[in-house]
């Protein structure tokens, strides 16, 4: 069974305060890992897609890397609106096996403070 | 924008009432999309599957008489709570991906199911 973990559950930084998230697996054959960002009352919204270990994405304060065991979500000089949920998930199921759907990890709560 | 509509966004009824979700993906066709349940400061619980044109996919512990899915277009699927109680409340939340794109999945932005 495909298993995801992220840590910390929940991180408060002042603006400006750089940090990582971090997402460990446990997969059979990686398909790829995603990052999704998720606010208060919505649906998660895609981020990143990375699929071999040494790759990176960046998207404005965020860095996503990725190796043969874990991802990091680098942010860096965070702003109060970066404040949200981030979760990762890597595609693959659990009892009904199929490669198609994400098995997600239980997300970091980010919140930052002006 | 938006690339998956869900509707409503939420929803208050009295327990026994039946509720039916709408997710649709706007500009793609899917032919697979997905059924979630979010409790609060909780991940993502995947309770379902669902095929255009054929039975949905459950999750263990998923009871498919409570949760009916039908997926009766390549950009509509329908999840029906039946005969919802207080217990049935919840975020509930679809996805869809591009089947002809190597895309990721998009998630509609969820509906709150409230049980009085």
């Known amino acids: 069974e495909d298993q995801v973990t992220q840590s910390p559950e929940a991180l408060r930084l002042q603006e400006g305060e750089s940090s990582s998230l971090n997402c460990s697996y446990t997969?059979?054959?990686?398909?790829?890992l995603f990052w999704y960002r998720q606010d208060p009352g919505k649906g998660p919204e895609f981020l990143f897609t990375?699929?071999?270990a040494g790759e990176e994405k960046e998207k404005e304060r965020l860095k996503a890397t990725l190796t043969k065991k874990e991802s990091f979500l680098h942010i860096t000089a965070p702003k109060p609106e970066d404040s949200a949920t981030y979760l990762c998930a890597v595609p693959g199921g659990t009892s009904s096996g199929s490669a198609r759907q994400l098995t997600f990890g239980s997300g970091t709560q980010l919140t930052v403070l002006p | 924008g938006a690339v998956v509509s869900q509707h409503p966004s939420r929803v208050i009824c009295k327990s026994g009432t039946s509720v039916k979700i709408e997710c649709r993906s706007l500009d793609f066709q899917a032919t697979t999309m997905f059924w979630y349940r979010q409790f609060p400061k909780k991940s993502l619980m995947l309770m379902a599957t669902?095929?255009?044109?054929?039975?949905?996919?459950?999750e263990q512990g998923v009871e498919k008489d409570k949760f009916l899915i039908n997926h009766a277009s390549l950009t509509l699927s329908t999840l029906t709570v039946t005969s919802a109680h207080p217990e049935d409340s919840s975020f509930y939340i679809c996805?869809?991906?591009?089947?002809?794109?190597?895309?990721?999945?998009?998630f509609g932005d969820g509906t709150r199911l409230s049980i009085l």
């Open positions: 990375l699929y071999s």
């Open positions: 996805s869809a991906r591009d089947t002809n794109a190597n895309q990721p999945q998009h």
């Open positions: 669902s095929n255009e044109g054929s039975k949905a996919t459950y």
């Open positions: 997969v059979s054959g990686l398909r790829g």
